[in-house]
Nanobody, 127 residues
Framework: QVQLVESGGGLVQPGGSLRLSCAAS????????MYWLRQAPGKGPEWVST????????YYSDSVKGRFSISRDNANNTLYLQMNSLKPEDTALYYC????????????????????WGQGTPVTVSS
């Protein structure tokens, strides 16, 4: 079964950086587009970023463009999110998610069904 385990979250000061990781298992990682989403306290889910199966094409929400960078290591079944210049409004639970169909992805905000998400890792940006 699909298993996605996020790590790397924590407390960071504004302007700081964090690198999130997502270890994938239970499926052929290199066959699927992957996503990062987040959910701030009291708000709905927000799409953050998407990466193509080969890792060379990525998309970002306007709120993180230029500050966050998504990448993947298909040899080690791991997805990453490098977050720089963090702001208090980046505070949220961050989830990695898998595409629902092999080889299919979208260049628009996309929310896979919840059963394709991990459990999330918390990020708090505060002084």
């Amino acid at each position: 079964q699909v298993q996605l385990v996020e790590s790397g979250g924590g407390l960071v000061q504004p302007g700081g950086s964090l690198r999130l990781s997502c270890a994938a298992s239970g499926f052929t990682f290199s066959d699927y587009w992957m996503y990062w989403l987040r959910q701030a306290p009291g708000k709905g889910p927000e799409w953050v970023s998407t990466i193509h199966i080969g890792g060379k094409i990525a998309y970002y929400s306007d709120s993180v463009k230029g500050r966050f960078s998504i990448s993947r290591d298909n040899a080690n079944n791991t997805l990453y999110l490098q977050m720089n210049s963090l702001k208090p409004e980046d505070t949220a639970l961050y989830y990695c998610a898998r595409g629902e169909v092999p080889g299919v992805g979208y260049d628009v905000p996309y929310y896979p069904r919840r059963n394709y998400w991990g459990q999330g890792t918390p990020v708090t940006v505060s002084s």
